[in-house]
Structures are given as C-alpha cells and as structure tokens.
C-alpha cells in the first residue's frame, strides 16, 4: 500500500514565503499570549507553593470551591479543574509553602466533605514547593534545553558540513561564559541572549544545516508553549519532559530531510539548490507523513484516554509532532535555501 | 552468509533469552527462591506511580558553624579566665568572626598566643580598629567546610533514625550537592508528621533552676535588667500558667548523654517518656543531683522547659519526661530523643504526596492508552508494508523487552516522565524501521532483486537512522548532566532506549529478511 505515490513532486520550495508567514504569524500569536498572560503558567515545581489535587464525587463550579476556600481563610487560591472533561478533579493551588501549613491539606479535605458528605474526597497528590527550589528547577530546565540545542548544534555541523573544529570553537566560546555567568545575571534573559548570538555566529560563519535544526527545534517549542499559553494549561515539570520529547521528534525529522539533502547534493551536481532541497523533501515527504501518523496515533490514543498528566502531556506532544513535521519541511530546509542566498551567489555548499 | 545467519540468530536469541530472565522478577509477582540472585534485579515504580512521600530539604549549616562558634567562644572566655588573662568581653560577630578586647595590650599578647597553640583552627585577622587590645579570630574556611559536611552527614543519620525508627520501612534517602537532603518514603501519606518529626531540634538538656517568676520581665526586674553572669531565662508552664526560669547555664548533662528512651506512664497515670542514661552522663547526673537534693531541676527540651521537678534523692541513669500530652506526641518525643539531636536546621525546599490511587490511576490509563496505541500502531505497519510490517512489530516487540530488561537490570525507577522517554523511542524504532522499508521500495522500484534491494535499503538508510539517534543521543547525555530528577529519568530511558532500537532496527530485523531470503528463499518482498 502507498499512500504517497512515488514521484510526487510538490513545489514545497516555492512555498516556502507563505511558510515563513504562516511560522511568523504563530510564533507571533504565541509571544503576544506569553506576554499577555505575563509567561507561561507556570506550576508550583516551577514557581513554588503548594498544590493539592482533590477528587470530589461530582463536578463543581470551580467558583463555588473558591468561594470555600476563601472561607476557609484561604484568599488568592487558585482552583483549576484537572484532566479530561466530565472528571471531577480538581488543582488547587495556594502560595503558601512553608509554615502556616499544617494540616491544610487536612483542612481542605474536611471542608469538602462538609459539602459532600464524608469519605467522598480524596486528596490524591499534594505538593509543596519552597521558591529556592522552584527558582533552582527553572534553571536547571532552561540552562539543559539551551546545551542540549549547543551541542546538537556542534553535532550536525560537523557531520553534515564537516565543520567539526569552527563549531565546537562557537559553543566553546558561547558555552563557557553563558555558564560562568549563570549565577550573575536573570538566566532567562541570558539563555535568550545567547542563544540569538548563536543563531548569528551560525548565520555568520554558514552553519547552514545547524542553523536550519535550531531554528526549527527553536520554532517549534516556542509555538508549543504558546499553545499552553493560549489554552491556559499548567506548565508543569512533566510538560518539560514533553518538550524534550518534542524537541527529539523534530529533530529526528529534520535530519532525515537534511540526510537526504546531503545524498542528493552529491548525485546531482547540476540542479540548482532549491531544486535539490525540493526533491528532497519530496523523496522523504511518504516516510516523513508515515512517521507523523503512527506517532500521532499513539498521542492521540494518549491525549483521549489518559487522564491528568497524562492529557496535558499529550496535548503538548499533539501540538509538538504537527509543528515539528511541518518545521523540518517548511522551516528547517528552507533556511538552507536562504542561506544559499543570502551568500555568494551560486556558490554551493562544500561536499 | 549462511553461516553468519547462524550466528546472528544464536545472537539474537541469546540476548533475547537473557532479556527475558531479567524481567521475570518485574513482572512476576513472587519470584522462586531458587531464582539466581543475579537476575533478582527489578524495575521499581516512581513515586508519581506508587504513590508516596518525597521530602527535599537543604540542611542549613551555616546554622551548625555558627553553634560551633559559639561553643568555642564559650570555652576560650573560660579559659582565658582561668589563665587569668583578662578581657572585657569576648563576643561572636554576625559572620561568626570572634572578637576579644583584652584589658590592656600585654593581655591581648599573651591571649594571642594561648589561642594560636590551642586553636589553630582559627586565623588571627588583623585589628580593623588599630586598637593594640583587639584579637579578631576568623574560623579557617576549610573548618567551615569540615563542620558544614558533618553537619550535613549527622542530620541524614539523625533523620533516617527518625524516619525510620524501626528499620523496617525502605526509605530512599540521598545527599545532594553539598548540603540538601532527599527522602522518599513509599506508600506513607502523613507529610505533616514527618515533616514535624524531621524539623524538631531533639535538644535536651538538663539545668538548675535558679529560681521562677511569672513572666520574664520580672525576673529581669529582680537583676537589674540582666540575667546574672552564667545564668539564662527560659520560659515553660505548670498547671496551665506559663513561667519564667532564670537557669544555670551551663548544662551538665544532655541529650548527648542518654542511652535509651520508651513511652512510659508518670504516677497519675499520664502518658510520659521514660530515658536513661549512657555511664559517662549518669555519673554525671549522679553528681549534680546527689549535691543539689531539695532543689528543683529543668528539663529543657528545643528551648522551652518542658518541665522542672524537685529532686527528692540522687539519681544516676533513669529519669522521666512528663507534661508531654497525647501518647503520639510521646511517641514523637520518644523517637526524637532516641534518634539524637539535629545538629542544624533544616529547610524544606520541595514535599510531595502522590496519593496511591493516583499512581495506579496514572499506571491504569497510561497502559491502556500504550495498549491501544500500541495495537493501531501494529496494524497499521501490517496493513501497509505487509509481511514487513508484521516483522517489524515483532522487532519492535522485542526492543521493548530489551529496553525493559536494562531497565531491570539497572534498577532504574520508572516514573511518567522516564515513561514518555519510552514513548519518544518506540517512536523513533518505528521511524527507523519505516526509513528502512522507505529506501527497500525505492530499491525495488528501480528494478533490482530482493537481495540487493533490501541490502540498500539497509545501507542507504543506516547513516540517517544513526545520525538522528545520536543527535538525540546527544540531548539525552546533556539533560542527564544538567537536568533534575525526573528529567533525569527521562534522558535514561531515551538513550537505554534508543541503543536498543539501534540493535532491533539495524540487526535484529535484517535477520529477518535474510532468514526470509535465504532459507525461504523468498523470490518477492513483501513489503
């Protein structure tokens, strides 16, 4: 069976300016809901506080549960509804982690049961998290995503442009001060700094093939947290993890569409770049589909029936696979192509 | 090729054989006795699966040198003035730095020199004041270290007594860094009281009672606004009322000192802790009640006087605790006495409850989500590659026994995150295998024989698989270097993972094909 018939040849080059609209317009729409809601909606792992995860025999007004807890003397709590819709779970988060906290959890239970009758409540997870700690966690998440991208940077680099030593001297000279300098300045600040003077040295000194894998890897992520930010999700450690496994799925295709670039630049040595980047797209596009379908099945499975965690992980995971097979065509290759361009013209990429 | 066929297949088998063995403890309920100890090995469920406690705390040792400073202060005042060398004070800065002023300079030099024999872990800072009968003592930073590190070394100790006063839970307790402190307690859900029992000091000591007033400004009224030299104010209650102590300060005997502590019942019939003493302390004990009979003795305990009974005769090496309240709480004091004193504070940085219910939800939903998955991912690679396909799934079948089997034999926990690192490779094993067929059609398409169109699809798309695993690989190595617990689970799993995709993708399956090939003689791929 076949679904993508061989031969196939779609102008994805051509594409290529609305592709880049298409990106601008959700990176966009992603940085404007990130600044609208004042950053991601960051969990207590990241922010510190205390959450407690109740489950109640029925659902409720999520603001008749705050107005109980205000009545508790429990202010400024605030009360989500978890998971799939029609459970009735429920995240209530307070900013209190340290002392004051005896029994809340005690108490929190109590009071529901007052509405619902004893033993019909059940604290099902409670965490409390001191802001060092958050802060820490933030840091550390930020600070491995930004080596993860360096190093992947260094990797294909070389192995695709043989630029081995120039490459491992850019993350030298951008690794050691970003980590000298961790504990000196906001670190969110410096990761946004460094890595745009990565994406410039990788501009400046042709990195093409790198720069294309970053850019896309960068791409989608910003438009996956934008998709947490515009639906109001917990931006919670296990979404870090979801990030990470986005992070490698685009990646993965984006190399696959680049390994057949490198293969086809040396059997066709006539064809114009952008011809050449086009059948490769095109020659990898049955594989690149197939992958993204089985993949999806299964978040999709995962998105339907997984309950909590579970569902906002495959949500991300939902988003990640859709940018990220569209990145590594539309994104990821075309960078090449203007790369190509913006660089002597008609020189072509060293074999 | 026959002949390699042969070995590769023992290969395989071999490894797929012993893969087996070592997930027969997981996913066997009870394991043989007879079973070897080597293969005993299992995966464990995470917290966030089992259901459990999670306490990261950070000891606080600035706390601990401080204390030690302190003490040392005490014990050069004291000797000083045996020595009758005569200072007008000597006192602890707020960065733990001792300053003396001496009487006149002759004192000051020959405090000097008292202090560079016997304390030598203390440098001698120049005078910032150019005062000649000013001495500043500046703890080295390497004794900062050494205290900072025990410290943190006796409160693990203390708290695993704690924690764990039979010995009969499983706590997993770590050091990490250099000063924090992460326990997890599977199954046990009351944070509020291990929290309690983790944060008491468990100082005891035991002090003369001067003499009593209601509150504490009026025993100062009665000093002239200042404990008398060698005395201390301390507050406590009887009978409901709270009162003040002016206390001797200095302790002869403490919680250093006892050897044994058990619930007891005082003579109304409450509830009480009953200790003993180890030799060295009930000698000493001996002494001070054997020569103070008739006078009333504190027991100070975390800084309040928990209670101040008369001494009625000498006692050596029993005592009792009383006033306490509930029997749990006894029973916390209990095991608070026994487990010794905390030799810092300590902060909580994160706590975490994952009720039981929830982990086997989230095991529930997650397997039957993987199932169903798992399921329209295997037809689907039957119904379009066909024969190929159905071999494939088996190939895939056996990477995730691999993976589990490592797993197994690492001990690794498994947590949700560690599971999306299996979900992100099973992925990539169906894209390798899927690049694979890719390349075998291509092959085809141009006309060549089975042979050779598998053997290029196989070489054609063995740089690309490799090159995106390694990338992937890469990150993985990265995030375990950098990353926090779960992600650090998380980078496990995926490069376990993707070794073991490599192996079934790359070598596992092409054993397939040329079985197909060779000994079926296969004329047309099925693919």
Known sequence: MELIKPGIRVNFVGFRRYGFVLSAILILVSILSLLLHGGPNLGVDFKGGTLIQVKVPAQVAVSQLREGLEAMGLPGAEVQRFGKPGESEYLIRVEISETGLERLSDQIKESLEGKFGSNTVEIRRVEMVGPKAGRELTDKAL??????????????????????????????????????????????????????????????????????????????????????????????????????????????????????????????????????????????????????????????VLFLLGGGVIHDFAFALLVGVIVGTYSSIFVASPILLFLEEKGKSGRRLPR | MEKSLKWRGLLVLIVTVVALIYLVPTLVRKVPESWPKIFSKKISLGLDLQGGMHLDMEVRTEKAVENEVVRIKDDIKRLLGQKKIWARSVEKTENNDIVIKFLSPEFRDQGLELIENQYREFTVEGTPSEDARVLTLRLQDKVREQIADLAVSQAREVIERRINPEGVREPSIQT???????????????????????????????????????????????????????????????????????????????????????LGYDEYGQVAVDFELNPKGARRFGVLTGKNVGKRLAIVLEGKVQSAPVIRSKITDRGQITGIGTVEEARELQIVLRSGAMPAPVEFRYQSIVGPSLGSDSIRRGVKSAIIGGILVVLFMVFYYRLSGAIADLVLALNMVFILAVLAGFRATLTLPGIAGIVLTIGMAVDANVLIFERIREEIRTGKTPRSAIDGGYSKALLTILDANITTVIAAVVLFQFGTGPVKGFAVTLTVGIIASLFTALFVSRLFFDFLLVKVGMKTVSI
């Open chain 1, 143 to 300: 600070f491995a995503l930004f080596f993860a991208i360096l190093f992947i940077a260094v990797y294909i680099s070389g192995r695709f442009e043989m630029k081995w030593i120039a490459s491992a001297l850019m993350a030298i000279s951008i690794g050691i001060p970003c980590y000298l300098l961790k504990d000196s300045v906001g670190l969110s600040y410096l990761i946004l700094l460094v890595v745009c003077i990565m994406l410039g040295l990788c501009i400046l000194l042709r990195f093409r093939f790198a720069l294309g894998a970053v850019a896309a890897l960068i791409h989608d992520v910003i438009i996956t947290v934008g998709a947490f930010s515009l639906t109001n999700k917990e931006f919670s450690l296990p979404i870090v993890a979801a990030l990470l496994t986005i992070i490698g799925y685009s990646l993965n295709d984006t190399i696959v569409v680049f390994d057949r670039i490198r293969e086809n630049l040396k059997k066709m040595r006539r064809q114009a770049f952008g011809e050449v980047i086009n059948i490769s797209i095109n020659e990898t596009l049955s594989r690149t589909i197939l992958t993204s379908a089985t993949t999806l099945v299964v978040v999709v």
């Open chain 2, 176 to 262: 990490l860094g250099r000063n924090r402190i992460v326990i997890e307690l599977p199954g046990v859900m009351d944070i509020e009281a291990a929290r309690r029992i983790i944060e008491r000091t468990g100082q005891l000591s035991f002090q003369m009672v001067i003499e009593t007033a209601p509150t504490a400004q009026s025993l100062l009224d009665r000093h002239a606004g200042k404990p008398p030299e060698g005395s201390v104010i301390l507050m406590g209650a009887e009978d409901g009322r709270t009162v003040a102590y002016l206390l001797e300060r200095e302790a002869k005997v403490t919680g250093a000192d006892l050897k044994d502590a058990r």
